[in-house]
């Protein structure tokens, strides 16, 4: 038993584990109470079919198989891999069990050996037979339980290997998300820098602490997978402020995030991605520029954060769309089919809207 302990597989030495923790103790008298109670009353069946008054025998033989094939059963569901393994164990096993019945025909009749000879030779192929399809369940058993073994660790692998090349990739994707902050985005801001600071320091000095702040945010934002809304916003604002300065009256934004899910986790930098792509996308190719306006709001379940913008909408969207496709890896890789992105022509403009399960989101203080 402990060898074939430690030939079993972790799967199996699990399941084994869990089984024996649910029945144990009155469980498990209870259940073995039962288990004689159903084979005694084959036992009796089995004595009324024969018409024969000796009633403990059949009752005990019914017993004896019955437990015996439990128990083998209980073997091969939890150690199918090495079940019926050793052929030649299992051959011998069939014929001690044939030597063992003619054994207890001999004693049991007490006559002498000469005169139960013809009876030992009809009563041992028939226990053999009957040990052969006593193992047959066992054998089938077996069978079912290897291949099922054999399908759960190729899903096992499977999965593994899905979420190594989803772990990758989610990795992969993070870098150059975060990379994402665009040269000529820093050299445009600057060179605005340097014009407002020719007309007016204040100007000047209120646009680079903007530009400061939205770039310590960013910075702190890549170390971290999750961020809360509160936090995520704050690097938005700051980001449209920078915007703002650049284009002017061009650019009108609104903010609204409620204090019941201000403190809600998401995956750094999502919202701000979606804003990037409102602006490049929505804003400036419109001559007259727009309004960008981004909210949340809990709902039944769910979180709900919008980016409206009143731009040239998604027919005249230029571009491949691959932020956006990056933004639905990144919620496919956070929170599974629980959560989507969705896109919706506006009056003017477009929404993208974003819908997080509450009960999958990551709360922090």
């Known amino acids: 038993m402990a060898d074939n302990l430690a030939a079993m597989s972790p799967v199996e030495r699990q399941q084994l584990r869990e089984f024996s923790l649910a029945y144990r103790g009155r469980r498990l008298w209870i259940a073995l109470a039962k288990l004689a109670l159903c084979f005694t009353l084959a036992g009796v069946g089995l004595a009324l079919l024969t018409g024969k008054g000796n009633w403990h025998v059949p009752i005990f033989a019914a017993n004896l198989l019955g437990f015996g094939l439990l128990f083998g059963g209980i073997g091969v569901w939890f150690n ?12 011998l096993g069939l014929v ?14 007490g006559r002498p050996l000469s005169e139960q000879l013809p009876r030992l030779m009809q009563v041992m192929p028939t226990a053999a037979v009957v040990g ?3 193992t047959t369940p066992l054998l089938v058993l077996s069978r079912y339980r290897r291949r099922q073994h054999a399908a759960l660790m190729e899903q096992l692998q499977r999965d593994a290997e899905r979420d190594r090349l989803a772990r990758e990739l989610s990795e992969a994707q993070l870098r150059v998300l975060r990379a994402q902050i665009e040269p000529h985005f820093l050299f445009n801001t600057l060179g605005a820098v340097q014009q407002l600071a020719a007309d007016g320091a204040p100007r000047a000095a209120a646009l680079t602490a903007d530009l400061i ?9 890549l170390r971290c997978e999750q961020l809360t809304l509160k936090s ?3 690097t938005v604002a700051a980001y449209l402020r920078v915007m703002q300065a650049r284009m002017g009256a061009r650019l009108r934004f609104e903010l609204a995030l409620p204090e019941d899910v201000a403190h809600i986790g998401v995956p750094s930098m999502l919202v701000l991605t979606l804003v990037e792509n409102a602006i490049k996308h929505g804003i400036e190719p ?3 520029g727009g309004e960008i306006r981004v909210s949340a709001a809990a709902l039944d379940g769910a979180v709900r954060i919008r980016v409206h913008d009143s731009g040239v909408g998604m027919a005249a969207t230029p571009g491949s769309g691959a932020g956006l496709d990056n933004v ?4 496919q890789l956070a929170y ?23 009960n999958a989101d990551k709360e922090t203080a």
């Open 80 to 91: 199918a891999s090495q079940a019926f393994q050793n052929r030649r164990k299992f051959l």
């Open 96 to 109: 001690c069990g044939g030597v063992g019945a003619g054994v207890g025909v001999f004693l049991s009749d």
């Open 132 to 134: 052969l399809l006593a």
């Open 213 to 221: 702040a939205f770039l310590r945010a960013s910075f702190s934002d």
């Open 232 to 234: 995520e916003f704050a």
């Open 286 to 288: 419109s001559l007259r």
């Open 328 to 331: 639905r890896r990144r919620l």
């Open 336 to 358: 599974g089919e629980g959560a989507r992105l969705a896109l919706h022509e506006a009056d003017p403009g477009l929404v993208a809207e974003l819908h997080i399960p509450r």
